[in-house]
Structures are given as C-alpha cells and as structure tokens.
C-alpha cells in the first residue's frame, strides 16, 4: 500500500517535531506482549516482563486496546500538545476525548470483548481506568528507564532539527525511514497497512521518534494534524552498560559507596539487590540512596511490594562524562 501526504507552503511551515511519552506507552507495550525477543531490547523485556505480568496489565485494558498487531486505539496518541509534554499532560488529553472519538477508535476492532464494550458504553468512567493502568504500567516499564530514553529521544529530535536549519526539510523526510520518501512536495509512505493523506488529515505534520517503535506508525484525525512515530537513530546504544574510567574522580566528591551505587544502578534495583551486589548493608544502601534521591541523582519507583531505584539524567549525564 503506497500512501500520499500532500504539502502546501502552510503545511511544511506547520511541521514539527515533539516526545511523546505516549507513543513511547504504546510501542513499548506492543512490543512487550509481542512475546519475542528483540536484539535491542531484549534486557528491557527480560527486567519488565515479569513485572508486567505480576501487576496484571498483560490481560488489562491495555491488552485490549493494543494488540500485538493490527489497529491500536488513536485516542492513546494524541498530538503532543508542547515540545516534550509529561505523562500527565498527555493523559489529561486522554481523559478529555470526547465520547464519539472513543466509541470511534473501539468500533475498528474486528472482534469485541467485555471491557472494550464497557469503554464503549460509558468512555468518560472506563477513561479514568484505562488512565490508571497506563501510570501503573509507566511507574513498573518506563518511569525508571526513561532518563535513558530521553537522552535518546533528545538526541534524535536535536539530529532532525540540525538536518532542517543545514539541509533542508526533504531530507529530513528522506532521512526518517527506509519506508518514507519526499518528491514533488508529497511524503509518500510505502508497505503501509493504515493509509493517510491530507485529505483525512489536519494541517502540519508532527513527527515523533520513538525508541520501540520496530517501524513508522500513522496516526491522522481532522483537524488535528497528522503524525508519524518513527524509529529513533541512536537505540542501538540505549541500553549499552558503559564501564566509568574515572570514578575515582566522582568518587572523591561523593563517596566511594555512593558511586558505587550509582555505578550499580545501570539498570534500575532494589535496595536488597544492590545490597547484594555491593556488599554494603540494606539499612547504608538505604541511607546512600536517600542522599542521592534528595540530590536529584536516583529516583524511586513502586514496583509490587518493591521500590526499584534508578539514575536520573542528571546522574547519567555525570557518569557519561566520566566515561
């Protein structure tokens, strides 16, 4: 299937890009009851498979609304409505989809089942619950990676914007994707199973990277603008464990436990793994952790009856240039 984004003047001056932690909700999420590996991220899976599962969210609305393949509910991916909005502003917008759009995106699902019925026949209530399974899911497979994340995502939209201002924005489109291609002020999409063109489609074009995205996914509803969620260059990198050369030098500022720790924390644990792993007591690990977290350095997120801890960017950028 070839599909045809016509441009006018107003449309490329219209284009922009943005993060979207809701993408990032949903790619992941599809790839995560996909149930195959993946050469990427296949540390990611291995860590957040269990936790998934333990909460229930593998057969939860999720489930429902994001299959392993085929359709997936357009209500999740709204335009990003600022550069890089949060997870609570994105689903702020979730909340506020008006009913007919919901009922809509449910109605192109072949087969129905109890809970997409009851998201159908009450949208506003069932709204506030598949919200809440999209924070209980961010909290246990995104919230302790995403400073990893960001940097990538960051780096990529940094990449595109240099690519516009030095090239030009044909080949940034030319640029995006193997399956994408610009020629006669027209994006063309090929292999595509969703088609989109302007005419079913708003004004602009907003492009998304994404890091689980496997390949380019569409989104269009007038008049809102268009989207393309794309693969974000750099994930090869994402979850590279890069040995700290100089930690010595941190160490001399923060502590040898207290970089340690942070050293440990390459992906994110709990306070008895890290005891285990750095022979340091729970109750100093715990003491340490608390130091860094009120530093801004660790962050802490629920996970079952565990609390795992993770880098913050501004720990990872610290230990990126000790490295």
Excluded: K
Excluded at 40 to 62: F, I, T
Excluded at 133 to 139: L, N, R, S
Excluded at 166 to 177: I, K, Q, Y
């Amino acid at each position: 299937m070839l599909s045809e984004l016509a441009f006018s003047a107003d449309d490329l001056a219209l284009t922009r890009l943005a993060i979207s932690p809701m993408w990032e909700v949903v790619s992941s999420f599809r790839l995560l009851i996909a149930g195959s590996s993946h050469p990427v991220h296949r540390s990611w899976l291995e860590q957040v498979r269990p936790r998934v599962a333990a909460a229930g969210l593998d057969d939860g609305w999720l489930a429902r609304l994001i299959p392993a393949q085929g359709y997936l509910a357009d209500f999740l991916t709204p335009p990003p409505v600022e550069p890089t909005p949060d997870l609570e502003t994105e689903l702020a917008v979730i909340r506020a989809t008006p009913a007919e759009y919901v009922r809509r995106d449910v109605d192109h699902f072949a087969v129905d089942d109890p809970r997409r019925a009851a998201l159908r026949a009450d949208p506003p209530d069932r709204l506030a619950q598949v919200c809440a399974e999209i924070e209980t899911y961010w909290e246990l497979a995104l919230a302790p990676y995403w400073a990893r994340i960001r940097a990538v995502l960051d780096a990529d939209v940094f990449h595109r914007a240099r690519q516009v201002a030095e090239r030009g924005t044909g080949h940034l489109f030319n640029d995006l994707h193997a399956t994408l291609r610009w020629d006669d002020n027209t994006l063309r999409l090929v292999r595509r199973h969703c088609a989109v063109s302007r005419e079913a489609a708003g004004p602009g074009l907003v492009l998304v990277p994404s890091v689980f995205a496997e390949h380019v996914l569409t989104w269009s509803r007038p008049p809102e603008p268009p989207q393309l969620a794309y693969p974000a260059r750099g994930i090869g990198t994402l979850w590279e464990h890069r040995p700290v050369r100089h930690a010595d030098a941190i160490a001399a500022v923060l502590g040898r436990s207290r970089t340690l720790l942070l050293i440990e924390l390459a992906a994110p644990a709990s306070t008895t793994e890290l005891a285990r792993r750095t022979g340091i007591s729970a109750a100093g690990v715990s003491q340490h952790l608390t130091a860094l977290r009120d530093a801004g350095m660790v962050s802490a997120h629920r996970a079952g009856r565990s609390v795992l801890y993770a880098r913050t960017a501004i720990a990872e950028s610290l230990l990126e240039t000790a490295a």
